[in-house]
């Protein structure tokens, strides 16, 4: 099993930043993907971002130019700066891992964004 711990939200004003952080542990495959994906209430999930482990990397229309994902594979560290926020970014935001063997999703980090 592969567990994801995520952190870094909170609450900014329009126009602010973020930074989240996808921390994973346990039994992580050198070949991998990790996603972030979010969440807003009465909404369902959506993609946001990917990046693979070897650092190529794909962004949903809505935040392309304005977030970015990155991973320190020193520290199986998944991140997404997330610059020019807009009300409509709020959610819960969920970092996912994907390999040939396992799928794991973290318990989400809440991202609240006034305008």
């Known amino acids: 099993q592969v567990q994801l711990v995520e952190s870094g939200g909170g609450l900014v004003q329009a126009g602010g930043s973020l930074r989240l952080s996808c921390a994973a542990s346990?039994?992580?495959?050198?070949?991998?993907?990790m996603d972030w994906y979010r969440q807003a209430p009465g909404k369902q999930r959506e993609w946001v971002a990917t990046?693979?482990?070897?650092?190529?990397?794909n962004y949903a229309n809505s935040v392309k130019g304005r977030f970015t994902i990155s991973r320190d594979n020193t520290k199986n560290t998944v991140y997404l700066q997330m610059n020019s926020l807009k009300p409509e970014d709020a959610g819960v935001y969920y970092c996912?891992?994907?390999?040939?063997?396992?799928?794991?999703w973290g318990q989400g980090t809440q991202v609240t964004v006034s305008s």
């Open positions: 996912k891992y994907n390999d040939r063997f396992r799928l794991s």
């Open positions: 346990g039994s992580i495959f050198s070949i991998n993907t």
């Open positions: 990046i693979s482990n070897g650092g190529s990397t």
